[in-house]
């Protein structure tokens, strides 16, 4: 079966520190990936996907970055935190479902930077 | 600007009504999904509308694409304390490798006992 695996589950940094958030995914190859961030406005954000190893598309000019250093593999990173970086942070994957494509989500990350 | 004006943004009723909450945009979608968001959850696909006028039934729960695939509603049907949650509606704009969605800011739906 195919899964999505995020974590941590939580997160508490200081403002200035680094960060680094992964997600993994199993049972498919070449999956698109895609990394949302939540904040209090409740919408999703979507701040960058990638439809291939090392192949990255920023959506939102930013303090972040990301990776993908492996097929299955997503790293969502920023060098120094800001107390706007703060929120909740989802990454996901695109299928080909009956009757068109869907995201499957991960749990999730809260961040929260103090 | 939000591509997608999800509406009301808070809805609270008792166990037992019906109701209806709505996505509209000026864009065309190729496709529109609706998802269910628990708290500290993330969200979960209900379903996706591809055809214009196309209208999907999961129980109860009634999915529809406007005509011209830039609006949908849902609607729910005697509604029950489990149907509490987040309810996003996203639209794709794009297709094949390049396929993502925009989301709208959701409708928070409490149902009371």
């Known amino acids: 079966s195919q899964t999505i695996h995020q974590w941590p589950a939580t997160l508490v940094q200081p403002v200035g520190s680094p960060l680094s958030l992964e997600c993994t995914v199993e049972g498919t190859s070449n999956p698109n990936l895609y990394w949302y961030r939540q904040a209090a406005g409740r919408g999703l954000q979507l701040l960058f996907y990638?439809?291939?190893?090392?192949?990255i598309s920023s959506e939102v000019p930013q303090n972040l970055s990301a990776s993908r250093p492996q097929d299955r593999q997503f790293i969502l990173s920023s060098k120094k935190l800001l107390l706007s970086d703060s929120g909740f942070y989802l990454c996901?994957?695109?299928?080909?479902?009956?009757?068109?494509?869907?995201?499957?989500f991960g749990s999730g990350t809260r961040l929260t930077v103090v | 600007t939000q591509l997608l004006e999800q509406s009301p943004q808070f809805l609270s009723i008792q166990e037992g009504e019906n109701l209806t909450v709505y996505c509209n945009s000026s864009s065309v979608f190729s496709s529109l999904q609706w998802y269910r968001q628990e708290p500290g959850e993330g969200p979960v696909l209900l379903v996706t509308?591809?055809?214009?006028?196309e209208v999907k039934k999961l129980k109860r729960l009634t999915f529809q694409f406007g005509d011209a695939r830039k609006d949908s509603s849902l609607h729910i049907t005697a509604a029950q304390p489990g149907d509490t949650g987040l309810y996003l509606c996203a639209g794709a704009l794009g297709g094949g490798s390049n396929y993502k969605l925009t989301f709208g800011k959701g409708t928070l739906l409490t149902v009371n006992p």
């Open positions: 996901a994957w695109s299928v080909l479902l009956k009757g068109g494509r869907g995201y499957t």
């Open positions: 509308v591809v055809t214009g006028g």
């Open positions: 990638s439809v291939g190893i090392g192949q």
